[in-house]
């Protein structure tokens, strides 16, 4: 089959977790055109090189807001935005399927990414978006929004489990749509569990889009000597490839799949930001961490709190954070302790873009 796999590219999450369905799709001899955007596509060009088509389309940007007053007035401008980049987006599509036929889309968070002519589906653990008073209405109104344009795809696949989940309300005790029509498919990450000796006390993964990503950088700077121990800090920059020291700490400006898959699995305790990729990505290793949200990402700031309350990680505000006090706390979770199977996981999704070809919401 010829298929396009579509990467939304607020940061590096989506991409990160679509490699190994990607990897899968090209071990079956299938062939595979890629379309993100960013660091986003620059990561998976590294990752995959020559072995997939690669094209360069932008998405729709993110809505982050300060407070509930804020998101309330940056709507009102961003859904036109959104609409604007929609089209944008959907049109290069159709450009590119003009000059070949294609078999299958996937689309990882981009909902600008489908054909009425050819089966199409949906990855998210988004299923109702989240505002910052948890207001019903909106919540509900969201949903809706999501059935629209669950219409347009022929499944709706969620990376999560639908007992015991990690996405908590993102994905669970939904009011308009009908889970029983979603895939639950489990956890999907590009890492795997390693029985390697902990040397690593503290591992600090930087990400997200800018300029949150360079002022988490550099509230992270101003208290990193605090730590004692062995310290490695990832500034998720994929357009570079550097090593080197910073203050107390071990720098690198990107590191590839491998090196990342050791440093998780020797680090003691993970710093990141609550993205659910992330999340995922602790789940498989069984690490432990300290979240710290993007400001105004919404869905980062629920994520924090959901798994505050449950004990699995320790969750603080980006300006509040005390790093070597929140860092001990944070010792003191249980991180994710239920199994995860990717590679079951992965047949789960190569299963679903098999077989189904029509929407259960049309």
């Known amino acids: 089959m010829k298929i396009i796999y579509a990467i939304c590219s607020w940061g590096l999450g989506h991409a990160t977790r679509s490699l190994p369905v990607m990897r899968k799709i090209l071990d079956e001899g299938h062939e595979l055109t890629i379309i993100s ?3 986003s596509l620059n990561l998976l060009k590294k990752e995959l090189g020559d072995a997939a088509d690669y094209h ?13 007053r804020q998101f309330m007035a940056k709507s009102v401008v961003y859904w036109p935005m959104f609409i604007a980049r929609m089209e944008a987006g959907l049109q290069r599509l159709q450009n590119i399927l003009k000059k070949r036929p294609y078999d299958r889309i996937i689309s990882d968070g981009r909902y600008d990414m489908y054909s009425r002519s050819i089966p199409s589906f949906f990855i998210s653990h988004q299923m109702r978006i989240m505002n910052p008073l948890r207001m019903r209405m909106f919540e509900t109104g969201s949903e809706t929004f999501n059935l629209f344009f669950f219409k347009r795809f022929c499944g709706t696949i969620v990376p999560d489990y639908k007992e015991d ?6 994905s669970h005790q939904l009011r308009k749509i009908d889970e029983n029509k979603l895939h639950y498919v489990g956890v999907l990450s590009d890492f795997k569990k390693k029985a390697m000796k902990k040397d690593i006390d503290y591992l600090v993964s930087i990400s997200g889009p800018e300029p949150q990503r360079t002022m988490f950088e550099n509230t992270l700077y101003e208290q990193i000597d605090d730590l004692d121990g062995n310290v490695v800090i990832t500034l998720g920059k994929s357009e570079k490839q550097e090593a080197f020291n910073q203050k107390n700490a071990q720098t690198y400006s990107f590191v590839p799949k491998d090196k990342r898959e050791s440093l ?3 680090a003691r305790l993970v710093i990141s930001r609550s993205g659910y990729s992330t999340m995922m990505d602790l789940a498989v290793i069984g690490a432990k961490a300290l ?13 924090g709190q959901y798994h505050n309350k449950k004990g699995t990680f320790y969750t603080v505000n980006q300006n509040h954070l005390h790093l070597k006090e929140d860092a001990e706390r944070a010792k003191k979770t249980t991180g994710i302790t239920r199994p995860c199977n ?7 999704i190569i299963d679903v873009v098999s077989s189904v070809t029509q929407s259960p919401f049309r």
Do not use: K
């Open 37 to 39: 955007y960013g660091r």
């Open 56 to 68: 360069d389309v932008p998405d729709y940007p993110m809505l982050l807001s300060e407070n509930a």
């Open 165 to 170: 989940s990690l996405s908590g309300d993102l």
């Open 264 to 266: 998780l699995n020797r």
């Open 291 to 303: 979240m710290v949200p993007t400001p105004g990402q919404i869905e980062q700031e629920y994520l």
């Open 342 to 348: 990717v590679e079951q996981t992965v047949e789960n």
